[in-house]
């Protein structure tokens, strides 16, 4: 079994209840729960306490990030969950700071990390298409994957020694949805990952 923690980090708006991604975490939360894996929920815009998620972090083996694309980036409830609770685990428990010191300075920076066997999946819905990525006509993101976009969020795990999953994205959700497809996507990704996280742990 794995421990696995679920963070919706949707944040409603009068136009964005949050329906397709509570939906999706339900999805995870379901086939998870029928596997028999112990999991954990927080949603980071309703109430949440530090030192619980500090623990919630050291506790799970897989953190699946359920979360709509805000201004580019990661809606600012999720953003302040990261911020707050990775300061507060930098004292050791999450990170070791950033991997040097005063008397090591030429030590690699971002090699602190305390959570290396540990893995995170970004599970994301977005207005934009498929087709506004990895194209250099596209002028918006100029040939940029939706990785590279979201770069700064897979290096801050990264600086904490966490494994990146092969990220999900859910796209063109206003426009032109395909969401059953998307589901099914979405259950595939899940099947698959947890095959790979119980061959890890035989390996």
């Known amino acids: 079994m ?4 679920l963070i919706n980090g949707h944040q409603p708006f009068p136009s964005s209840p949050g329906k397709l991604n ?29 030192e619980e998620e500090v623990e919630n972090q050291l506790w799970a083996d897989l953190i699946l990030l359920q979360f709509p694309l805000n201004s ?3 809606p600012w409830p ?8 990775y300061t507060a685990g930098m004292d050791g428990r999450l990170a070791k700071g950033d991997g040097r010191s005063r008397s090591d300075p030429e030590k690699q920076y971002g090699s602190g990390g305390a959570m290396h066997g540990r893995s995170y999946l970004l599970s994301v819905t977005l207005n934009a298409p498929l087709t506004a990525f990895s194209d250099p006509e596209q002028a918006l993101f100029e040939g940029r994957s939706l990785d590279q ?9 990264a600086f904490f020694g ?6 999900f994205a859910a796209y063109d959700i206003n426009k032109a949805p395909e969401i059953d497809k998307d589901f099914a996507r979405f ?6 990952l947890s095959k790979e996280l ?3 742990n035989d390996a």
Do not use: C
Request: aromatic share 10%; net charge positive.
């Open 162 to 167: 966490l494994k990146a999953e092969p990220t």
């Open 72 to 74: 580019m980036g990661l």
């Open 78 to 85: 999720l953003k302040r969950y990261l911020d707050e609770v």
């Open 22 to 50: 509570g939906s999706f975490v339900a999805q995870a939360r379901a086939y998870f729960e029928t596997l028999g894996w112990p999991l954990r929920l927080v949603e980071t815009a309703k109430a949440w306490t530090i």
């Open 198 to 200: 119980l061959d890890r």
């Open 149 to 157: 976009l979201l770069a700064p969020v897979h290096i801050n795990f």
């Open 2 to 5: 794995k421990n696995i923690l």
């Open 187 to 192: 259950s595939a990704t899940l099947t698959t």
